[in-house]
């Protein structure tokens, strides 16, 4: 394929386009070097798409698709990825003293883990809308689709999730009864 | 944070302010006019989305100092040399290599499939479909042809249709127009996979089981291409277009859990079972997909 940019081009969108694609992959993956490879490969496929003299999309756009797309690709592909997370959760300085942005972050770490529950069209307006804080509205402009399609889908992410959290939530109960009666008979002989 | 409230709205966004997108937009210079004039001024005034920005530059700033262009640039080009054509990035959605491998068994089986697999109308016995399974007919095809033993292409798997229509047996393309009456047989390409599930959804919306048309795991089959599916279906008289999907396994699913898949699928579609034309499974399913469809001419239902 002829090459579209130079490398000057090329430079121009690096500088300017690093901070989205950084931040969001680092909110994504909660994690410094994965998003600093994301962000690299990135680059390297929106060189590859992008035409400028035929841009039906701008580059953050496309970046913004991208980086959800290498994102999702790496969560899915790495089974050991929510442990992962969970430790750097507890290193993190600050982890557990609260707002600001501590909700957020717990919020974002299950969401994540809620994510393989759904299919990979749904998964990425979940991290356009909970992730991202996008609006349905801008989901829809992003992704070429009506406000309502928008809204069903995040809804099925939804019900999904609730009734997966309340499967695990009834499971755990029946553990920890479990683990009383247990308990109860061993001090009881 | 409680349980209850994960759902409730997005994220830190209060209520007046921009989306994420806007914020991203007007710091990456994308915003123009008054629409950038509006954001920058709510965020010079708003503590969250002044925060929003400083998060975006600071990340900039941290790319740019561990990364910088000049030490990106040698590696940038060795990475667009081992990169898909950019067509088929295109239409993926700018995309990734993992994400095509996902899509391209579906594409395969869209494209390459030369009928439909709609093992549906099997167990038909189900719902308001009158389905009359008669003496078993085979249609005219040959077993294992054409997948290499040992490969694993997930993607490469399809659901042929044959319909027996005045005697003759026609291989049916996606889509193909048939009548209540009409029988149809089934055959599938597997790859290496030995697992199968056959569904269908109606008209009407109404979701049936085919195969296995009773147990609560998916049917063990041979893998190979162009199988035959044991019995012959009849289609009822349910109106509107029928679609049958296939889903294949490494091990055994549960019937109920590709249920639910298919049930969200068709709610995101507005009840429309062509929604499923286009079915992603969640991947921890870890199945393939192969998806057809006939439409049925109702003027059929009055001879």
Redesign the interface.
């Known amino acids: 394929m002829a090459r579209q940019w130079t490398r000057q081009r090329a430079e121009e969108l690096y500088e300017r386009y690093a901070g989205l694609v950084r931040y969001r992959a680092m909110r994504i993956l909660d994690d410094e070097e994965d998003a600093r490879e994301i962000t690299q490969e990135a680059f390297a496929r929106l060189l590859r798409t992008y035409d400028p003299e035929d841009a039906a999309e701008t580059p953050a756009a496309l970046l913004i698709k991208i980086t959800t797309n290498l994102s999702l690709n790496l969560i899915r592909n790495a089974s050991s990825r929510r442990e992962k997370l969970r430790q750097h959760r507890d290193a993190r300085p600050g982890a557990g003293d609260g707002p600001p942005g501590h909700d957020s972050i717990e919020r974002t770490e299950l969401i994540r883990s809620l994510l393989e529950r759904v299919s990979p069209d749904i998964q990425r307006l979940v991290v356009n809308y909970y992730i991202d804080d996008m609006t349905k509205e801008e989901i829809a402009r992003l992704h070429s689709l009506s406000v309502p399609t928008v809204r069903k889908r995040l809804d099925v992410f939804v019900r999904r999730s609730r009734s997966s959290l309340t499967r695990e939530m009834v499971q755990a109960l029946l553990v920890c009864l479990a683990v009383a009666m247990i308990l109860s008979n061993a001090a009881g002989r | 944070?409680k349980?209850e409230t994960?759902?409730d709205g997005?994220?830190?966004?209060h209520p007046g302010c921009p989306?994420?997108?806007?914020l991203?937009?007007l710091?990456?210079?994308?915003l123009d006019g008054v629409e950038r004039q509006a954001v920058a001024a709510h965020a010079r005034q708003c503590e969250h989305c002044q925060?929003?920005l400083d998060?975006?530059?600071?990340?900039?700033?941290?790319?740019?100092e561990?990364?910088p262009?000049d030490e990106?640039?040698p590696?940038?080009e060795e990475?667009?040399e081992a990169?898909p054509?950019?067509g088929a990035?295109?239409a993926s959605?700018?995309?990734?290599r993992?994400?095509l491998g996902?899509q391209w068994g579906r594409l395969t089986v869209a494209l390459a499939r030369p009928a439909l697999g709609y093992t549906a109308l099997a167990a038909v016995a189900a719902a308001a479909v009158v389905l009359a399974v008669v003496q078993p007919w085979r249609a005219p095809v040959e077993p294992d042809e054409g997948v290499a033993p040992g490969t694993r292409i997930k993607g490469a798997v399809a659901l042929d249709l044959y319909a027996l229509q005045g005697g003759d047996v026609v291989e049916a393309e996606p889509g193909v127009v048939l009548r209540p009456g009409d029988r149809i047989q089934f055959t599938y390409t597997s790859g290496p996979l030995d697992h199968l599930i056959v569904l269908g959804v109606d008209g009407r919306g109404t979701l049936s089981r085919y195969y296995p048309d009773h147990g609560a795991g998916s049917l063990a089959v041979t893998p190979g291409a162009r199988m035959v599916l044991e019995d012959s279906l009849v289609l009822d008289d349910a109106p509107g277009p029928e679609v049958f999907v296939a889903i294949f396994s490494d091990d055994p699913l549960q019937v109920a859990e590709v249920e639910?898949?298919i049930q969200?699928?068709l709610?995101?579609g507005?009840g429309d079972p062509r929604a499923l034309l286009?079915?992603?499974?969640?991947?921890?399913l870890d199945a393939a997909v192969a998806v057809t469809w006939v439409e049925k001419e109702l003027e059929a239902i009055e001879e």
């Open positions: 944070m349980l994960l759902f997005n994220g830190q966004r989306g994420g997108l806007s991203m937009l710091h990456s210079g994308e925060a929003v998060g975006l530059e600071a990340a900039r700033a941290r790319q740019l561990e990364a262009f990106v640039f590696t940038l990475r667009l990169l054509e950019r990035e295109i959605g700018g995309t990734t993992e994400w996902y639910v898949a969200d699928a709610a995101a507005e286009d079915l992603q499974l969640p991947p921890a």
